[in-house]
């Protein structure tokens, strides 16, 4: 009977061992969950800043002109340090959004789906430490300018013959 309640003793030690090393820490979890909450907030920033070039025709020079445009909801701070996101305006409308990650990214969780306005090759991949993300915003089309799009330069779709 003492070696069975030894038996199990083991086998219950082993089992956490192996759980914990194939689901990882609660401080790894934690510093993932901190990583994507960092991309979520970058990816907001660099939405608020391409509404606000669609209406002030430049990007801000300082992130904190986004809280006074669109205060509600932007997260300019780290989730985990409180400190600032970095930004630098480096052109007209060129900038750059910097942070400092725990992990490196090992899964596709990051590519989300994301607002419309965010360019596909805008890549949001990240390694431990930090990172920085260039981007470039674009005017969007306005219903002005849609009317005078040539559409003729626009190829109609045919519906394929029934055979």
Not at 51 to 59: E, G, S, V
Not at 111 to 135: E, L, M
Request: glycine share 4%; with cysteine; proline share 6%.
């Amino acid at each position: 009977m003492k070696y069975f309640a030894y038996y199990i003793s083991i086998f219950v030690v082993i089992t956490i061992l192996v759980s914990l090393y194939i689901v990882g820490s609660p401080q790894h979890a934690r510093q993932i969950r901190f990583d994507e909450q960092r991309i979520s907030n970058l990816q907001e920033i660099q939405n608020n800043i391409s509404w606000y070039y669609d209406q002030n025709d430049t990007i801000p020079e300082q992130l904190t002109e986004l809280t006074t445009t669109y205060p509600e909801g932007i997260v300019l701070t780290d989730p985990e340090t409180g400190k600032p996101y970095e930004y630098m305006k480096t052109g007209e409308t060129t900038y750059q959004l910097c942070t400092t990650f725990n992990q490196t990214q090992t899964s596709s969780y990051i590519n989300r789906p994301v607002p419309i306005k965010i360019a596909a090759g805008d890549s949001w991949y990240y390694t431990v430490g930090r990172n920085c993300f260039d981007r470039e915003v674009k005017k969007s089309i306005t219903q002005e300018e849609m009317i005078h799009i040539d559409r003729s330069a626009i190829p109609v779709p045919q519906e394929a013959p029934i055979n």
